[in-house]
């Protein structure tokens, strides 16, 4: 049987990022140091592969002047979590940028909220009550 392994994404400021997902819950599960090719691979989750849990893999290229450019094909991670308007004053308490407060979704009752990370990837907070 497969197993969906883990999302991607490169960022400009390797500390920030990892401290951003941290308030969402995540936490460090490994890093991989490369400097022969010149980058740092730092892999968060709620718990690990064993388990079966998807992570999120942090690339962080040493050389990399400019921010990214996001492209206009990627959507947004999602996150179950317990309280999402909790989760939404947490990312805005350790200075983090929200931009859809937490409630219902249009037409619906699952509740839901919308943060950005500081490279600006998108990242739907989804109450797990009421999904």
């Known amino acids: 049987m497969a197993t969906y392994l883990h999302t991607m994404i490169r960022v400009f400021s390797l500390d920030k990022s ?11 599960i490994r890093r991989r140091e490369v400097p022969d090719g010149r980058y740092t691979l730092v892999y968060l989750g709620f718990n690990d592969n064993a ?16 921010p990214y450019d996001l492209g206009n094909g990627f959507g947004h991670f999602a996150i179950g979590v317990p309280d999402a308007a909790a989760t939404v004053e947490r990312i805005r308490a350790g200075g983090g940028k929200v931009t859809r407060e937490a409630g219902p979704v249009k037409f619906g009752t699952t509740i839901i909220a919308f943060v950005e990370d500081p490279d600006g990837y998108k990242i739907e907070i989804i109450q797990k009550d009421t999904f």
């Open 51 to 66: 388990h079966g849990e998807a992570e999120v893999e942090l690339t962080y290229n040493w050389d990399q002047a400019t």
């Open 18 to 28: 990892v401290a951003y997902y941290q308030m969402l819950g995540m936490r460090e």
